[in-house]
């Protein structure tokens, strides 16, 4: 420590009661004890902004420092707007502020709530990186007194960390994004801080949770986005609102395969549970990415999903957006599509040999991939091939590098097809994108065809029948992970491997 490091004075507020000595503190979830007495202090918000990383937040090849959550743009712009002038001018027209006659509404702005932080430790790791020892944030309490000790040379303009930013936010990102210099907000604006100091994130995450979601501010589908570790607390299973966000979820991932232009998909689900349209039900859909990329697998040996458990014990979840996990299926399938399309004979030739009406959308569709003869477009096709892919892919994400696919400045707020069609792009040149595409390929050398289709043996006849009903999607599942561990490639490998843990 030198001289010239800026001290601030806080309060230490002791937060703790002897009986929750007895509670468990799971180091192996994050949950490590956490400290008995957090600060109170005020910090202007740009020195917060700067040390926080929020405000300096990019990207150094694959990864990306700063907060982790995901922000509403327009949010933050509106509390920008607010702090300005209060309430209702911030909320007026353009045109209705330009108007001289409501200077009078103008009032301040103010930004009572505290921002809550997390001091990080020296040695304290996120993404890969570390916080630097010079960076890290001092507390010193003597008699009675406690003073936060600020890295050297903080105030100077062109400070940046070494390495982490040395604070965290848990809650108030937006009130500091606020204060980007395109507000136009002063520098000095002070904000209530609440910090901890050496928190966990499992520890971060069931704050923002309390803070945000059990008063019922934001709902828990926008607060597993906002802070992606939330979807593997084994504390929220038994949360129900945590069960209607997964099928709020899956439900929404249905929509967006059904809606966006780039999905095979487009048009060809069936919405509404009409009996005759042909397409795989809503309901069929969303039990299938539910039950396969949406699965916690929080309980013994249940499924673990792609988009929802951690990666590993020490790793929390893929930090995917909502444009990204739609992205990455409409990927999947478009794959699926393709490979069976460049398939001029075996199953598919017999299947496109049928020249009667079929279904109602009559535009030159691949009957083998979409026609009513295919497991494709059946609900045993749809679940097994979800939950085979999503049974290699989760145990290979991390050689795969999908936990290093991350996009910046992606809107936290509906999901827009914009979003989706900018995740595909940048998909094109992920690492994982040819692995995962020749895997598929060979997928679609499975005989797709239904039990009912034509020119069936009466062993494959047999084979398919076995297909249907609750049972059929583990068997489906089963044939496509034994066609694929043939295969002497890594995703192969991993589906041996799968195969013969379950054997054993």
């Known amino acids: 420590m030198t001289k010239n490091q800026q001290r601030i004075a806080a309060i230490q507020c002791k937060q703790w009661l002897a009986e929750w000595d007895a509670y468990p503190f799971p180091e192996e979830n994050e949950r490590k004890r956490p400290p008995e007495q957090l600060l109170?202090?005020?910090?202007?918000?740009?020195?917060?902004?700067?040390?926080?990383?929020?405000?300096?937040?990019?990207?150094?090849?694959?990864?990306?420092?700063?907060?982790?959550?995901?922000?509403?743009?327009?949010?933050?712009?509106?509390?920008?707007?607010?702090?300005?002038?209060?309430?209702?001018?911030?909320?007026?027209s353009g045109k209705q502020k330009a108007d001289e006659a409501n200077d009078s509404l103008k009032k301040p702005g103010w930004l009572p709530t505290a921002i809550v932080v997390n001091f990080l430790k020296p040695g304290d790791q996120r993404r890969g990186k570390t916080v630097d020892a010079a960076d890290a944030l001092e507390v010193e309490a003597a008699n009675g007194a406690v003073q936060i000790v600020l890295p050297s040379g903080v105030t100077e303009s062109a400070w940046e960390p070494k390495g982490l930013a040395p604070i965290e936010v848990i809650d108030g990102q937006h009130r500091l994004f606020a204060f980007d210099e395109a507000s136009g907000l002063p520098d000095d604006f002070e904000l209530p801080v609440v910090a901890f100091h050496g928190l966990d994130m499992g520890w971060q995450a069931y704050l923002f949770w309390s803070i945000n979601v059990s008063?019922?501010?934001?709902?828990?589908?926008?607060?597993?986005?906002?802070?992606?570790?939330?979807?593997?607390?084994?504390?929220?299973?038994?949360?129900?609102?945590?069960?209607?966000?997964?099928?709020?979820?899956?439900?929404?991932?249905?929509?967006?395969?059904?809606?966006?232009?780039?999905?095979?998909?487009k048009?060809?689900?069936?919405?509404?549970g009409e009996r005759k349209s042909g397409w795989v039900s809503q309901a069929g859909w969303v039990q299938a990415i539910y039950n396969s990329f949406l699965s916690p697998g929080l309980v013994g040996r249940s499924r673990?999903?792609?988009?929802?458990?951690?990666?590993?014990?020490?790793?929390?979840?893929?930090?995917?957006?909502?444009?990204?996990?739609?992205?990455?299926?409409?990927?999947l399938w478009q794959k699926l599509r393709d490979a069976v399309a460049s398939k001029v004979e075996g199953w598919p030739a017999s299947l496109r040999e049928q020249t009667t009406p079929q279904i109602d959308l009559q535009d030159g569709f691949d009957l083998a991939f979409l026609g009513p003869k295919t497991l494709l477009n059946q609900e045993q096709g749809v679940r097994g091939f979800c939950i085979a892919l999503n049974d290699v892919l989760y145990r290979s994400a991390s050689r795969l590098q999908l936990d290093q696919w991350r996009m910046d400045d992606i809107d936290a707020g509906e999901t827009r097809s914009e979003d989706i069609d900018r995740s595909l792009k940048e998909m094109e040149g992920q690492p994982f994108r040819d692995e995962i595409t020749q895997a598929i390929a060979t997928l679609a050398e499975f005989d797709w065809r239904s039990s009912d289709a034509p020119d069936?043996?009466?062993?494959?006849?047999?084979?398919?029948?076995?297909f249907r009903g609750t049972g059929g999607y583990g068997r489906v599942r089963q044939e496509l992970l034994g066609l694929l561990a043939k295969e002497s490639t890594e995703l192969g490998k991993i589906a041996a491997q799968i195969l013969a843990s379950e054997k054993s």
């Open 456 to 466: 069936l043996t009466p062993e494959e006849e047999l084979t398919k029948v076995g």
């Open 215 to 265: 008063p019922k501010k934001i709902n828990p589908s926008h607060a597993y986005d906002l802070f992606p570790l939330l979807r593997t607390q084994d504390w929220l299973e038994s949360v129900s609102a945590v069960h209607v966000y997964r099928e709020a979820r899956a439900q929404e991932l249905t929509d967006l395969l059904f809606r966006h232009s780039e999905s095979p998909w």
């Open 267 to 272: 048009g060809r689900i069936n919405m509404l």
């Open 304 to 331: 673990k999903g792609l988009f929802a458990a951690n990666l590993s014990s020490t790793t929390g979840p893929l930090d995917w957006s909502r444009p990204q996990q739609a992205a990455f299926l409409i990927f």
């Open 40 to 92: 109170v202090f005020s910090m202007s918000a740009k020195q917060l902004r700067k040390l926080s990383g929020v405000y300096v937040r990019r990207r150094e090849g694959s990864d990306a420092t700063g907060i982790q959550r995901l922000h509403e743009k327009d949010r933050s712009q509106k509390i920008g707007e607010y702090v300005r002038a209060g309430y209702p001018f911030g909320d007026l």
